[in-house]
């Protein structure tokens, strides 16, 4: 039986590189100086255009919080329960950080009865 070998899709995994690094709230350059190279590196690896070395994959675990499954491929299964948690809620507020003030007003409101139907039926 041969096995069905997929290739690294590095613009995806640099998507949740910069995901993830915006989540926490870093910077290139904060992330850059963690991982020892530059803040154009982190920008290459973010927009797909560099592959990451074993050794810097390896500090992006790390650094990031999050398994080397989650980068590669997206699998978050491999981040406890807790911790995909905080990084659901910090996906969803960076999300929401170029809202106006009116938007949010409303998202607010939609999300309140959204959570207000779930915890109804469970």
Known sequence: MAI???ELNKKEMGAR???RR???GMSRE??????SVTAKTIANIEYG????TLKNLY????VLGVSIDYLMEGDASFIDTEDRRKMLSENILSS???CSEKEL?????VTRLYVETIVDRE
Do not use: H, M
Request: charged fraction near 50%; avoid cysteine; charge should be positive.
């Open 4 to 6: 069905e070998l997929k």
């Open 96 to 98: 929401l950080s170029v």
């Open 105 to 109: 007003d409303r998202i607010e409101k």
């Open 17 to 19: 590189v910069r995901a």
């Open 22 to 24: 915006d989540a926490l």
């Open 49 to 52: 255009e560099k592959g990451v």
């Open 59 to 62: 500090k992006l675990k790390q």
């Open 30 to 35: 904060d992330l850059a100086k963690k991982l």
